[in-house]
């Protein structure tokens, strides 16, 4: 069947910021569809909010408009560009979500916009719980016994039909959002409520737990003539209860019996007929009960999904792209396998070798928030790994996470106490493999394990076998070890650095007695087909289960691009995009570009970015193996954030050649004590600052400059550890946290600047001359993570001398620095006089952004600059003119957490949002809007601020009360407003006793919450109020800037005249 001649524009929903549950792999899957479907000479419209994706770079789609994903702006640019139709399916949740919501609200029959890939009752059957379960009894197939509650009466009723625990699970949410288990009826209260209170139709599912059963999930594809293909098959290490995106997952199901794999098989397509997903992928999820074999279904994703990018990147089949070309009427059989070229899309994939994901947490950043992994997604990222075995798969998996830990075994001693053991092995959590690992090491037999944490034997029965090598390893001293055993140490996978451990050696030992052994891994091509049909695309992974390597290195001129591995906070999509635009910009210099990365998740390790994709493991070992066999013409390490960066050194010890600005430089601004001397040379001002070695000497550095301090360990990333200290109790209490993060370093502590402004400044430099690309001013004062600040391009506040001495510095540190490349620089302004922070030479998490605003590709200009070609050349040669205001603001996961939203120099936000408007307050009101926590118009404000900013909230008050808003007030902060002649009613605070500001939050009485604690003591005091406001997602702020543009943008969504813009729309 061809493709439909009737359509002629298309529109593309994104899905919007990163979230926990709904992470980059959508910018991968959103840009396989657009770039899939403008292929065919449709007209794409896209809509995505997230400016450090992909897909929202003008050549992605014919318009592309970052804009907010809310109903209302959606109609304005359907009205504006009148789609033919609409692809709900690329975007996760969110895109779902809003194609319902335009649907029922008749916008899309309004404009006679027909939804394709899934239709509404399609995606209403899979996303409502009470609908898919009906839908499948009918079909025949057993689901988990519940049923529907609209309200926490029905909740109970319906609790006292079925047996505890019971799972409740919300509608027309993501990534588990809102669910939960109880075991009693308490529970049930506690948990029902959330998830009524999520749940955007209110509705929770209620349901007999299964939380013990062995949990599966099969990605399939369903054509217009009803060919239905499976894609892959992946099995959960962890068993149900935990949440599919915080589960080790393998691909293909390692413990499924055929009987078993092709009853699920059977299921999965009766499964997507009855739910009337006609073409396109959905994501299938079972439970399987180890004890007698009985299988349910669970849930369907009518949709790509997180699994569907793992299934993508685990076979090679591009499940977005083929989504994208069904929904426009091809079937299967017409479209090629675009790795094999041989072969069509109706060819089931096969794979000859074993995939692994593991989750990464950060938890260190919510200390306070318990570990133990649930129904609710909380991981932030995830690594991938392939072997031929499941072995060399997951310690591959592991050595890619970066948390210190380069594989099972050799690497950290785990206390072992029998009850400690056993709790952390009930208890899942983000160290219970590695806990696992320690018990069978000590003895503990698979049998009592698999009683106790639920996991298939199987999977234990492979780590013990790991640990029972490492035993032998022990058993040998490093000089008498033979081939032998140093080849099968290799094929299970451990790593040259945890084998050093084992023996007591050196890393660059072990790998100098492999390669005299001759011990090498090989490298294979992930080919679709089990290598029955040769694969086209250099797609490859490495292993030493294997003779023959498939890697065929060419002799044209090539760099290598170090990737950004997994995300976590601190370390996001927007470095894997400046990963990407270095791909883009070599290839079109005639550079064979290899990419080297290990996320799933991202657009970097699709096949087709590169000419030649590595999925493999950051770390020396991994990288030094791929680069003898490519001898590449240099390695770009500088757009990966932190991961490549902490190998350039080494590298270039080996004798690699690192492209653009050298390893030395690059250290150079990192060493506070060598860069205090730039500035000096340069007669740049910087804040007062001192190293410290010990708690000792800390605190006299500390007096020295006078409380509070900016404590910090150096060599990290999103402000890791770092924190305001008031007084020398706080320090002493922080130097024990910071001396663990960085044991290598000093501890740096720096007057700290009150009330400064911040500025952020990105450019590019060719050694020569240097161009800035944007200044971007924050709007909260200096002291909050710059990550997690709103930014603003252009400046708003400053005066134009003060700019100049940003550019003359900026330029001054590039040529010292001799900088080729990207260059990030961290200023603040505190009563006229410019301060430098901190100079970054490598790419920043706002080029994205900057390149977004102005036009212009930063990464893309700094990459052929580190190739060798100068500014001039590239026509780079002025800052770039801005049109318009354009807001960058962060997005936090504190409802996942139920963490205190409070701000400071640690970051603590997953994603960004961006607005663009014709003033400051349209363009921040834009980032205030989404499907959450709605920004007020109208209703009752409260407000507490510390005594510092009593007088400074009175005319943010005022605003607020001539807009209409009522306002309350803890006593202090409402006797400040009432002398000032505002009518404000004083409420308790939670010590002074019911009824208190938490509970008129609960009751669901206050729209919008103004909080500034000052101090360690006054955070803990307010924390009841703010993590409340989280939970009722009321919106918080606890910035007095914050709150100042708050009042620009709710009068600019009074006014009812926000605009809708495309990227470079002239109207701006």
């Not at 290990?598 to 030649?612: A, G, L, M, R």
């Not at 000032?980 to 605070?989: D, E, M, P, T």
């Amino acid at each position: 069947m061809p493709k439909r001649a009737d359509l002629k524009k298309i529109l593309v929903i994104g899905s919007g910021p990163i979230v926990i549950g709904q992470a980059g792999e959508f910018d991968y899957s959103g840009s396989q569809a657009c770039k899939a479907l403008r292929e065919e000479g449709y007209d794409v419209i896209l809509v995505n909010n997230n400016p450090a994706t992909i897909m929202t770079d003008p050549e992605s789609a014919s318009r592309v408009y970052i804009e907010p994903l809310v109903p209302e702006i959606l109609e304005k640019i359907i009205a504006r560009e009148r789609p033919d139709a609409l692809l709900p399916t690329v975007g996760g949740q969110t895109a779902l979500n809003l194609a319902v919501a335009l649907a029922r609200s008749r916008v899309l029959e309004r404009y006679s916009i027909e939804l394709i890939g899934a239709s509404q009752r399609a995606i209403e059957i899979a996303e409502d719980r009470l609908l898919f379960q009906k839908t499948m009894e009918r079909a025949g197939l057993p689901v988990p016994r519940g049923g529907l509650a609209r309200s926490l009466d029905e909740a109970l009723t319906l609790s006292q039909k079925l047996r505890y625990p019971i799972l409740v699970r919300p509608s027309f949410t993501l990534g588990g959002e809102g669910s939960g288990v109880a075991h009693t009826e308490e529970e049930l209260r506690a948990v029902a409520q959330h998830g009524l209170e999520i749940s955007p139709v209110h509705e929770v599912l209620l349901e007999e737990s299964v939380i013990g059963w062995k949990e599966f999930e099969l990605e399939v594809m369903r054509d217009r003539n009803d060919i239905v293909v499976i894609i892959c098959s992946i099995e959960n290490f962890d068993p149900m209860g935990v949440h599919t995106g915080d589960s080790i997952t393998v691909a293909p199901a390692q413990t499924l019996s055929d009987r078993e794999y092709q009853q699920m098989r059977d299921w999965a397509i009766r499964v997507i007929r009855a739910v009337g997903v006609e073409t396109g992928g959905s994501n299938i999820q079972f439970a399987v009960n180890p004890k007698d074999g009985e299988m349910l279904v669970i849930e369907m994703n009518p949709r790509v999904s997180r699994s569907s990018a793992l299934a993508s990147k685990a076979t090679g089949f591009p499940i977005a792209k083929i989504a994208a070309k069904l929904a426009v009427g091809y079937t299967l059989d017409e479209l090629p396998n675009d790795i094999t070229q041989k072969t069509p899309a109706s060819f089931e994939p096969t794979i000859d070798y074993v995939v692994v994901k593991v989750p990464r947490w950060n938890f260190e950043k919510f200390p306070e928030t318990d570990t133990t992994l649930t129904t609710q997604m909380r991981s932030v990222g995830e690594v991938m790994a392939l072997g031929r075995t499941f072995k060399e798969a997951l310690q591959k998996a592991i050595r890619s996470l970066e948390i210190g830990r380069l594989g099972l075994g050799g690497d950290v001693e785990l206390p072992l106490s029998p009850e400690l053991i056993r709790d952390y092995l009930e208890r899942p959590n983000p160290q219970r493999v590695f806990y696992l690992y320690r018990a069978l090491q000590s003895g503990i037999s698979v049998e009592e394990l698999a009683r106790w944490t639920g996991i298939d034997p199987w999977f234990l029965a492979q780590l013990e076998e790991i640990a029972h090598l490492e035993k032998k390893l022990r058993t040998h001293d490093f000089e008498s070890v033979s081939r032998e055993l140093l080849c099968q140490a290799k094929r299970f996978g451990f790593s040259d650095a945890v084998l050093a451990k084992i023996w007591g050696t050196s890393e660059s030992v072990v790998r100098a007695k492999r390669r005299e052994f001759k011990i090498y891994p090989v490298y294979k091509k992930v080919d679709t087909c089990a290598a029955e049909f040769e694969a086209q695309t250099p797609y490859l992974y490495s292993t030493y289960e294997a003779d023959e390597c498939e890697a065929a290195p060419t002799t044209r001129k090539k760099v290598i691009v170090l990737g950004g591995g997994p995300y976590r906070i601190g370390q996001g999509i927007e470095f894997d995009y400046c990963c990407c635009h270095a791909a883009f910009a070599l290839r079109e210099l005639g550079y064979e570009v290899i990419m080297i990365n290990c996320n799933p998740e991202t657009v970097s390790t699709d096949y087709d970015t590169s000419d030649k994709l590595y999925f493999e493991p950051l770390t020396l070992e991994d990288v030094l193996n791929i680069i003898e066999i490519e001898e590449p013409n240099g390695v770009i390490v500088q757009f990966g954030g932190q991961a490549p960066l902490n190998l350039a050194l080494a590298l270039k010890a080996h004798g690699v050649p690192i492209l653009g600005t050298s390893p030395e430089n690059i250290d150079l601004a990192e060493d506070r004590e060598k860069f205090n001397l730039i500035l000096d040379e340069l007669g740049a001002k910087r804040p007062r600052s001192g190293l410290a070695f010990s708690a000792d000497e800390a605190l006299r550095v500390a007096e020295d400059l006078g409380f509070p301090v900016l404590v910090r360990p150096s060599y990290v990333l999103g402000g890791r550890a770092m924190a305001i200290c008031y007084d020398k109790s706080e320090l002493a209490h922080y130097i024990e946290e910071a001396v663990r993060v960085s044991p290598a370093q000093p501890v740096l502590i720096d007057e700290f600047l009150q009330d400064a402004i911040e500025l952020d400044v990105d450019a590019v430099a060719d050694g020569e001359d240097c161009v800035i690309g944007g200044i971007l001013e924050h709007i909260e004062r200096a002291g909050i993570h710059s990550g997690d600040s709103c930014c603003v391009l252009p400046p708003f506040t400053l005066s134009e001398k003060i700019l100049d001495e940003v550019r003359a510095v900026t330029k001054k540190l590039a040529r010292r620095l001799n900088v080729v490349g990207l260059m990030n620089i961290q200023f603040a302004v505190q009563n006229d006089t410019l301060y430098v922070l901190e100079v970054n030479p490598r790419a920043s998490r706002t080029v994205p952004f900057i390149s977004k605003a102005t036009g212009v590709p930063l990464a893309k200009i700094a990459a052929k600059v580190m190739a060798g070609m100068t500014l001039k050349e590239l026509g780079f040669t002025a800052e770039p003119k801005v049109k318009g205001f354009h807001v960058k603001a962060p997005v936090f996961p504190f409802d996942r957490f139920f963490a205190d939203p409070i701000l400071g120099p640690e970051m603590k936000s997953t994603g960004e949002v961006m607005g663009s408007g014709r003033t400051l307050g349209e363009a921040f009101a834009k980032t205030q809007l989404n499907l959450k926590s709605q920004l007020p118009t109208e209703g009752t404000a409260f407000i507490s601020v510390n005594d510092r900013d009593k007088s400074a909230i009175v005319p943010i008050a005022r605003a607020l009360a001539e807009m209409g808003f009522s306002l309350i007030a803890t006593r202090g902060t409402a006797h400040v407003l009432q002398q000032a002649g505002l009518a404000v009613s004083a409420i308790n605070k939670v010590s002074e006793g019911h009824p208190h500001v938490v509970d008129v939050i609960r009751q669901g009485q206050i729209c919008l919450v103004i909080n500034t604690p000052s101090g360690k003591r006054a955070h803990h005091d307010e924390a009841a109020i703010r993590i409340e406001a989280v939970k009722h997602r009321v919106p918080s702020v606890t910035t007095l800037e914050g709150a100042q543009a708050l009042i620009g943008a709710i009068r600019a969504l009074q006014t009812g005249l926000l605009q809708v813009y495309a990227l470079r729309d002239e109207r701006l």
